[in-house]
């Protein structure tokens, strides 16, 4: 494979148009994906026949994050987002990182959990030896569900009994079918299974199944990212790197012990994973619950994060999280956009996909709290809102950048002054 550098200087002084051809050379888009890109993406009739009720499509803004290496690959990153500075701050995040050698990560095997509820059991020491007794058998059975999965070297790997004695509702048994859905995200793989489950289980129980679905804490498939930043490239201006170094690794101890701070800290994380989500048409809302259920997995909501000053005086950041993303079914194959992002991706698995996706959250969480540490979020961010409140307020074309840069100059970032500036 030849080397391609995701350093792309200048790229956001260039034209959207010259962007788009610039991603597209890099990515060996065709003609009619960066048509797709540029123009309409999603159709009527493809809204149409993905959800219920269609009365039209809703865009945003699709960005690319440059200077990630991750592994010592490079890749540009599709963003789809509507928060100004998300993009820009992360280019900046992985560019320090890249300083430092770049993101290293890894991933679990993508084993997620599918969960049945059994109630009414006439005796639970007895249904666990039953259900001891026959695991070869329903793990062969969940097997049969899904022959592809199977082919494709994924499948069932285990089955756990978790008792709760105590509930709301009397006793009750739940059965975690763990099961590897290879590239898929693996909802519909993981509901099929325990639905077909269900009933042998009832059996071998003797009591009586509720739900069937799979959980979003996928806390068996997780993926890790790290980085280092040397303390020298965190030097700027009248800052010390060392100091600054420090400062975000107050800024992830506040948050470690924090839950108020963690909640925001986590959010700034999912800012940037979110936004690779949506561009690729994955399932945002389960990667979401997945992530602040493992924040809080043991028994307090905390950071996703670790940032600390290394041995050498660098600062080592890391991350692990839930990642139930795929690149088969669902939006991914569907949404034109989402297959355009895929392509510019480039990643050749579910798993590759998950790892890009916990670097890219620990890039936005390096890129918030070092501003947060330093001269706070407010100044590069209100430069961006000003441009959205200009528009706002009627502004078009170069007029936007000029009331924009106005607002600015008066710290008055407010629809009124622009208004007001607009009138002349
Ligand atoms: C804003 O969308 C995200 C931040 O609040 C994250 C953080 O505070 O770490 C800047």
Same mark, same amino acid.
């Given at each position: 494979?030849?080397?391609?550098?995701?350093?792309?200087?200048?790229?956001?002084?260039?034209?959207?148009?010259?962007?788009?051809?610039?991603?597209?050379?890099?990515?060996?888009?065709?003609?009619?994906?960066?048509?797709?890109?540029?123009?309409?993406?999603?159709?009527?009739?493809?809204?149409?026949?993905?959800?219920?009720?269609?009365?039209?499509?809703?865009?945003?803004?699709?960005?690319?994050?440059?200077?990630?290496?991750?592994?010592?690959?490079?890749?540009?990153?599709?963003?789809?987002?509507? &928060?100004?500075?998300?993009?820009?701050?992360?280019?900046?995040?992985?560019?320090?990182?890249?300083?430092?050698?770049?993101?290293?990560?890894?991933?679990?095997?993508?084993?997620?959990?599918?969960?049945?509820?059994?109630?009414?059991?006439?005796?639970?020491?007895?249904?666990?030896?039953?259900?001891?007794?026959?695991?070869?058998?329903?793990?062969?059975?969940?097997?049969?569900?899904?022959?592809?999965?199977?082919?494709?070297?994924?499948?069932?790997?285990?089955? &756990?009994?978790?008792?709760?004695?105590?509930?709301?509702?009397?006793?009750?048994?739940?059965?975690?079918?763990?099961?590897?859905?290879?590239?898929?995200?693996?909802?519909?793989?993981?509901?099929?299974?325990?639905?077909?489950?269900?009933?042998?289980?009832?059996?071998?129980?003797?009591?009586?199944?509720?739900?069937?679905?799979?959980?979003?804490?996928?806390?068996?498939?997780?993926?890790?990212?790290?980085?280092?930043?040397?303390?020298?490239?965190?030097?700027?201006?009248?800052?010390?790197?060392?100091?600054?170094?420090?400062?975000?690794? &107050?800024?992830?101890?506040?948050?470690?012990?924090?839950?108020?701070?963690?909640?925001?800290?986590?959010?700034?994380?999912?800012?940037?994973?979110?936004?690779?989500?949506?561009?690729?048409?994955?399932?945002?809302?389960?990667?979401?619950?997945?992530?602040?259920?493992?924040?809080?997995?043991?028994?307090?909501?905390?950071?996703?994060?670790?940032?600390?000053?290394?041995?050498?005086?660098?600062?080592?950041?890391?991350?692990?999280?839930?990642?139930?993303?795929?690149?088969?079914?669902?939006?991914?194959?569907?949404?034109?956009?989402?297959?355009?992002?895929?392509?510019?991706?480039?990643?050749?698995?579910?798993?590759?996909?998950?790892?890009?996706?916990?670097?890219?959250?620990?890039?936005?969480?390096?890129?918030?709290?070092?501003?947060?540490?330093?001269?706070?979020?407010?100044?590069?961010?209100?430069?961006?809102?000003?441009?959205?409140?200009?528009?706002?307020?009627?502004?078009?074309?170069?007029?936007?950048?000029?009331?924009?840069?106005?607002?600015?100059? &008066?710290?008055?970032?407010?629809?009124?002054?622009?208004?007001?500036?607009?009138?002349?």
């Amino acid at each position: 494979m030849t080397k391609k550098s995701s350093r792309l200087p200048g790229f956001y002084r260039l034209s959207l148009a010259e962007r788009a051809n610039m991603v597209a050379e890099w990515a060996n888009l065709s003609p009619e994906d960066v048509d797709i890109l540029t123009g309409r993406g999603l159709k009527n009739e493809q809204a149409n026949a993905m959800i219920e009720n269609v009365v039209g499509t809703y865009e945003l803004p699709f960005g690319i994050a440059a200077n990630f290496q991750i592994n010592g690959r490079d890749y540009l990153i599709p963003m789809v987002v509507e &928060e100004p500075s998300v993009v820009a701050a992360i280019s900046h995040a992985a560019k320090l990182i890249r300083a430092g050698g770049g993101f290293q990560t890894e991933a679990t095997k993508p084993v997620m959990i599918g969960q049945i509820q059994v109630l009414d059991i006439p005796d639970m020491d007895a249904a666990l030896d039953a259900l001891n007794a026959n695991k070869a058998n329903l793990l062969e059975r969940a097997n049969c569900c899904d022959k592809v999965m199977v082919r494709l070297g994924g499948g069932a790997r285990d089955l &756990e009994f978790r008792p709760f004695p105590e509930t709301p509702v009397g006793p009750m048994l739940i059965v975690h079918l763990l099961f590897d859905v290879r590239d898929a995200m693996g909802a519909n793989a993981i509901n099929t299974c325990v639905e077909d489950l269900a009933p042998v289980i009832a059996d071998l129980t003797g009591g009586r199944t509720n739900l069937r679905i799979l959980s979003n804490l996928a806390d068996r498939r997780t993926a890790t990212a790290s980085g280092i930043i040397p303390a020298a490239a965190l030097t700027k201006d009248d800052l010390d790197g060392a100091e600054v170094a420090q400062w975000i690794a &107050e800024a992830n101890a506040f948050a470690v012990v924090d839950p108020y701070r963690a909640a925001t800290h986590n959010k700034g994380i999912m800012n940037g994973i979110d936004a690779v989500c949506l561009a690729t048409g994955n399932d945002w809302r389960a990667i979401e619950a997945g992530a602040h259920a493992y924040a809080a997995r043991n028994g307090r909501y905390t950071a996703l994060t670790d940032w600390h000053v290394n041995e050498n005086g660098d600062l080592y950041g890391e991350i692990t999280l839930p990642m139930a993303v795929g690149i088969v079914g669902g939006a991914t194959k569907v949404h034109p956009i989402a297959k355009v992002a895929m392509k510019i991706l480039d990643v050749q698995t579910a798993t590759e996909l998950a790892q890009v996706m916990a670097a890219v959250g620990l890039a936005q969480n390096l890129a918030a709290i070092k501003a947060l540490a330093t001269v706070g979020i407010q100044k590069g961010h209100m430069r961006l809102h000003a441009r959205q409140v200009a528009m706002a307020a009627g502004a078009s074309g170069a007029q936007v950048q000029q009331i924009a840069d106005q607002l600015v100059a &008066e710290k008055k970032i407010h629809i009124d002054r622009a208004r007001e500036l607009l009138r002349g």
